[in-house]
């Protein structure tokens, strides 16, 4: 069983399109996460959810907005699409604890978005 | 959240232990080592967690140094699986840093057969 999906794996569209990744993770935790990866192959995160409230939001473009129906799902839409978004987009899960203690993400496979 | 510094890349020999460095000299008291690693073309993968102590689970041995300020994480028999891109972050825990995850360049490791 695949613990955190996403779909699709690949998509390939034009400038100005908009498009929808979505992820959704059977692991019954409660906080999700968009993590972009660019050609440079630096991670960097955008979005957390938990309990399908946003609580990380890293001054991403109003462009994208992350969508979380319940809280075994997270999606990503984007609006308006330019070159500049073509990367890998990660989504990942994890379960808080309380007290500070340590958690653990898991990621899915990823999407490759290309902008042509 | 602390910074790290990682050499940008390794090799190793199949079979022997991989030992990867991190420095994070600017590490506070509640801030935790994660180390996680990226399969070319894959998401990353959890690896290994401490605080001050070291530790072991079945993938990795993780050893801190007294000071805290470095660790390295040991791969015991490294195959060619072994091979990606390992990532050394620290973080601290807390509701205001909630599942933050700053990644920086990691360390290329190459297990060469």
């Known amino acids: 069983d695949t613990a955190v999906s996403q779909t699709p794996k690949y998509l390939v569209t034009q400038m100005g399109n908009d498009k929808s990744i979505k992820c959704e993770q059977n692991?019954?935790?409660?906080?999700m996460y968009w993590y972009k990866q660019d050609s440079k192959k630096f991670l960097k995160i955008m979005f957390s959810?938990?309990?399908?409230?946003?609580?990380i939001n890293e001054t991403v473009p109003n462009r994208f907005s992350p969508k979380s129906p319940d809280k075994a799902h997270l999606n990503l839409h984007i609006n308006s699409l330019e070159l500049g978004d073509s990367a890998v987009y990660f989504c990942?899960?994890?379960?808080?604890?309380?007290?500070?203690?340590?958690?653990?993400?898991?990621f899915g496979p990823g999407t490759r978005l290309t902008v042509l | 959240d602390a910074k790290t510094t990682q050499p940008t890349s390794m090799d190793c020999a199949e079979g022997r232990a991989a030992n990867l460095p991190c420095n994070h000299s600017?590490?506070?008291?509640?801030?935790?080592v994660y180390w996680y690693r990226q399969i070319h073309s894959q998401g990353p993968q959890y690896i290994i967690h401490?605080?001050?102590n070291n530790e072991t689970n079945e993938m990795a041995s993780l050893i801190i140094t007294e000071d805290r300020k470095s660790s390295t994480l040991i791969l015991p028999h490294a195959t060619l699986r072994d091979t990606a891109v390992y990532y050394c972050?620290?973080?601290?825990?807390?509701?205001?840093?909630?599942?933050?995850?700053?990644f920086g360049q990691g360390t290329t490791l190459q297990v060469k057969p």
């Open positions: 990942a899960s994890s379960q808080e604890k309380s007290g500070g203690a340590a958690n653990t993400q898991y």
């Open positions: 692991l019954g935790h409660d906080t």
């Open positions: 959810y938990n309990n399908k409230e946003l609580i």
């Open positions: 600017t590490i506070s008291g509640n801030e935790y």
């Open positions: 401490g605080l001050k």
């Open positions: 972050i620290v973080r601290s825990h807390g509701s205001s840093n909630t599942g933050k995850l700053i």
